[in-house]
């Protein structure tokens, strides 16, 4: 009986330990013209795990595109541009419940080592100086908005090289933001029940009835 409160007691205390942790996601976002790369990667303690963003980006692409293919077969081209507006619908609808859901969370994420560095050339003098200027604006009002959810920790190294010379387009942007992991157990669930009512996830009930 001893040792039994002695294991649940250092059990405790492990996951308290993991709670309360901290955990960092490292983002790193490439663009060239002939690359497109996003990943990320999770870290706590000695364990990191990275994963191809873009990848599962792509595999959700094409369920979506191979609902609205059925749809332009079974109706034509008018019930394609429908359903492609209600999946359009759809994703901004659950964006807007999401945002709700996690500002408060957003709240408590810090991000520091945040360098974004760009070049940019159309190949006329005149027209890379205008778009330079506009990507400094863009860049600025990312970075400001991004302010407003989580805390920025130092000053981001931002950075554009016009090329007037020639014609190019490539970015690479790279941070690490961390929080404590019971902080993102409670967003998650708060999502999980989300999704649930969403029916994204299934219920137990829609699972018995597909058995």
Known sequence: MKWLVIGIGILILLVLLI?????????SLLYTETEKQC???VKIWIIHYTFDVL???EKQQRKTE???????EEGGTEDKFVAWLDSIAEIIKRLQEIHTMFKDFLQKVKINNWRWYSQIGTGDAASTGVIT???????GIIVGAAGQY????GAPQLEITPIFQGKTVASHC????????????KAVIRLFIFLKKQGV??????????I
């Open 19 to 27: 709670l309360l942790s901290k955990l960092s996601l490292k983002i």
């Open 39 to 41: 990943l990320l990667e």
């Open 55 to 57: 990848e599962r980006i």
């Open 66 to 72: 191979q609902k609205i293919e059925k749809a332009e």
């Open 133 to 139: 200027g506009y990507v400094w604006s863009v860049k």
């Open 150 to 153: 989580v805390e920025i920790i």
């Open 174 to 185: 790279e941070l690490t933001a961390s929080f404590r992991i019971y902080r993102a157990v």
């Open 201 to 210: 996830i299934p219920t137990d009930h829609a699972m018995q009835q597909k």
